[in-house]
């Protein structure tokens, strides 16, 4: 686990956090089912000030200690756009950092995957981040034939889907409507593919396997 702040501008207040992680889906929350573990979640977050309309923040899930600038390495990103995770303006509540060290003169961390205790106090998120549901979800993930994938979202606006190889070439391509099922992958030969969902200003990207 590491974890850092830079309280320089107190106006600006950043922090960036790394953790080792479990995956699991939680959908059916009697029966929770593990799609995996040494993930690894980077957050980052920027604190304006009050009230919190201009505070932002994003999250980057890879496998193990794969970089989280490449999109071939990404599980999932909350924002991924051009070449990177951008982070994105709260819809609503507010972050609040607070720190008694610098990012750029100490660090804190730790190989272990459990909880860290310090004195610094990361940061506190009061209400939830993003207030517009909005979620991608694919299975079987891995397949042997097919995949479905369902998109959730609070929105009516038109959702764009694009299937890219390991090498960056589009694969599949589809639009339709928020809270159905698409089905694709039946024709894709064995290997990596992500799954690039956009719907408006929101985007979401995941990682499927071909088996």
Avoid: C
Avoid at 4 to 15: C, E, F, L
Avoid at 95 to 103: A, D, E, K, T, Y
């Amino acid at each position: 686990i590491s974890l850092g702040v830079n309280m320089t501008n107190p106006n600006r207040k950043t922090a960036e956090y790394v953790s080792k992680t479990n995956l699991t889906d939680i959908t059916n929350s009697a029966s929770p089912v593990s799609l995996g573990g040494n993930l690894y979640l980077y957050v980052k977050m920027i604190d304006n000030g009050e009230p919190g309309i201009n505070d932002s923040i994003s999250f980057v899930l890879v496998n193990g200690t794969d970089d989280p600038n490449v999109l071939s390495n990404i599980i999932w990103s909350s924002n991924w756009v051009g070449s990177l995770t951008r982070m994105m303006n709260l819809g609503g509540g507010n972050l609040v950092v607070h720190s008694g060290f610098n990012l750029g003169t100490t660090t804190t961390t730790s190989t272990a995957p459990t909880s860290v205790t310090t004195n610094p106090i990361a940061e506190t998120i009061q209400k939830p981040a993003i207030t517009q549901l909005f979620t991608v979800k694919a299975y079987p993930n891995p397949s042997e034939r097919f995949f479905n994938l369902n998109v959730t979202s609070g929105s009516q606006e038109t959702v764009d889907l694009k299937v890219f190889d390991i090498q960056g070439r589009v694969v599949y391509t589809t639009r339709g409507s928020a809270n159905q099922s698409y089905r694709f992958g039946d024709k894709f030969v064995a290997g990596i593919y992500l799954v690039e969902v956009r719907q408006g200003d929101k985007r979401s990207v995941i990682q499927i396997v071909k088996q």
